[in-house]
């Protein structure tokens, strides 16, 4: 499969604990982007990189998210001290020259705070 | 600042009836649209984009779109819906030649085809 791949696909952590989740972009795409959405909201937009370049994190919803996109490849998003207010589907996406193609997205994680 | 506007949040409609989902956005400069497709538990699928060019764009599964800068909008349209067309559709948009800003999506419509 040469899509772009999430992991875990589910993840029920309690409140207060720290969790990860990884994103595998298709090979070529040296953009990758970090969504979240809600139950009956679109995708708000979180994070992106070019390459290992972090260019946007002022979207982050507070300082307990952190990304990162070591040597360019894979990325992990990381939400310290969770919250159940965190619960929701965290989507990864990636492309190639952004503006000129479209963003490819993984089929998510779907973080749940109990 | 950029944003997007899906008016419906459900659209009922028969199989084989035409279908049409709208959209409109606003963006200070010339727009670059997109529609995606989501499933149950699935991540979003592409549909189709419009750039520059023809106003009507035609996409997957035999959907198209039709670009109105006037109206700032960019409805999807299918000629003969099916069962399986239904799912929850998201307009996105971001400014042309902007920069670094993200894709930014509307709330999403539920199609439903009822058979």
């Known amino acids: 499969d040469t899509g772009v791949s999430q992991n875990p696909r589910h993840k029920i952590t309690k409140r207060g604990q720290n969790v990860t989740f990884r994103c595998d972009p298709i090979s070529e795409h040296n953009r990758l982007y970090w969504y979240r959405q809600t139950l009956g909201q679109g995708p708000e937009f979180l994070t992106y990189?070019?390459?290992?370049?972090?260019?946007?994190k002022s979207r982050l919803l507070s300082d307990r998210f952190s990304a990162e996109r070591p040597k360019g490849s894979f990325s992990t998003l990381e939400i310290q001290r969770t919250e159940q207010g965190d619960s929701a589907m965290y989507l990864c996406a990636s492309s190639l020259i952004e503006g000129l193609t479209e963003a490819f997205f993984g089929q998510g994680t779907r973080l749940t705070v109990v | 600042a950029q944003s997007v506007a899906q008016p419906e949040d459900q659209v009922n409609v028969a199989e084989g009836n035409p279908l049409t989902v709208k959209c409109t956005y606003s963006v200070s400069g010339n727009p670059y649209l997109f529609w995606y497709v989501q499933y149950p538990n699935r991540g979003l699928q592409f549909l189709l984009k419009?750039?520059?060019?023809?106003?009507l764009v035609k996409g997957s599964y035999g959907f198209e779109a039709e670009f109105n800068k006037s109206q700032t909008s960019f409805h999807l349209k299918k000629p003969s819906a099916l069962v399986s067309d239904s799912a929850l559709y998201f307009c996105?948009?971001?400014?042309?030649?902007?920069?670094?800003?993200?894709?930014?999506f509307g709330k999403g419509t539920r199609l439903s085809v009822i058979a």
């Open positions: 419009y750039i520059t060019g023809d106003n």
């Open positions: 990189f070019q390459n290992e370049a972090q260019l946007e």
């Open positions: 996105a948009v971001r400014e042309w030649n902007s920069g670094n800003t993200p894709l930014v």
